[in-house]
């Protein structure tokens, strides 16, 4: 099953892309900031990470960029999930090493069809 970790620190929010990825068929990890992310993927790499931009201890740039740094993770799509917008802020999250960047708020099978393009394109689809 393909395993995705997603980190968020606003439980609504992170609730409902965990119950949105898991009726889609996922199996779904779920970590509240940058830091418990990185830990977590280390320890058992997923198939792909949704980091939220804004996070408590270490934000989701920084935690792509230890992802991407790390050779146990480095192959691992990362998507910027975010309420931030603008364009500098998705140009950071890309140069971050993030593969994609999805605004919030966002339809449930919107996000289930993304996830699944970036997978294909990632060879990471079960």
Same mark, same amino acid.
């Given at each position: 099953m393909t395993r995705i970790l997603v980190a968020e620190d606003e439980r609504d929010i992170r609730e409902l892309i965990a119950f949105t990825l898991r009726f889609a068929g996922f199996d779904v990890i779920l970590a509240t900031n940058g830091a418990e992310a990185v830990e977590l993927a280390e320890a058992n790499p997923p198939d792909l990470i949704i980091l939220d931009v804004r996070m408590p201890k270490m934000s989701g740039y920084? /935690?792509? !960029? !230890?992802?991407?740094?790390? +050779? !146990?993770?480095?192959?691992? +799509? %990362? %998507?910027? &999930?975010? /309420?931030?917008? @603008?364009?500098?802020? =998705? @140009? @950071?999250? &890309? /140069?971050?090493? $993030?593969?994609?960047? =999805? &605004?919030? +708020?966002? $339809?449930p099978d919107e996000l289930i069809q993304q996830v699944r393009d970036i997978l294909n394109r990632a060879g990471r689809n079960s």
């Open positions: 920084e /935690a792509c !960029r !230890r992802l991407k740094e790390n +050779p !146990r993770t480095s192959s691992v +799509p %990362v %998507v910027f &999930l975010s /309420a931030k917008g @603008q364009d500098s802020e =998705i @140009q @950071q999250g &890309l /140069a971050s090493g $993030a593969d994609e960047y =999805i &605004l919030k +708020p966002f $339809a």
